[in-house]
């Protein structure tokens, strides 16, 4: 009979708001911005040839112009999101704490361990890549 075993946890990444972090999201944020909109770009291309060929594929042509169609509506939806995520990571003031987001990890557990305790939430603060605390 096993005694431990390694469970999935969640760890939320906090990060100190610093001109550099600013800097640096900033910058990640524009590059999947600039592709989203390439990408936004060639399937709008790519629905006007669909819609110009009239039907000649038939239901083929309305599957894929489905297709694109919603893909679009996703692309469009992607570059929306970066803009507001570019607004509000630009309004952050330094030395604030930014919740960036979550990572995937992993924590033994063992007879006798609090599960809810174990794989509740656990938090990393970071600054400019160092970690400062764990709780």
């Not at 297709?67 to 507001?84: H, S």
């Not at 030395?95 to 174990?118: C, H, P, R």
């Amino acid at each position: 009979m096993a005694t431990s075993v390694w469970m999935k946890q969640n760890v939320l990444i906090k990060t100190v708001v610093t001109q550099q972090f600013k800097d640096s999201y900033l910058k990640e944020l524009d590059g999947a911005h600039t592709g989203a909109k390439q990408n936004l770009e060639r399937l709008k291309s790519s629905l006007s040839q669909v819609i110009l060929r009239g039907g000649v594929g038939g239901q083929y042509d309305d599957l894929v112009k489905a297709q694109l169609q919603d893909e679009k509506a996703k692309q469009e939806q992607m570059v929306m999101d970066l803009e507001a995520k570019k607004a509000e990571v630009s309004k952050l003031e330094l030395g604030s704490v930014y919740i960036q987001g979550a990572l995937e990890g992993t924590v033994e557990v063992k007879v006798g361990d609090n599960l809810f305790q174990k794989i509740g939430s656990t938090s990393v603060l970071v600054q400019d890549g160092i970690i400062l605390s764990i709780d």
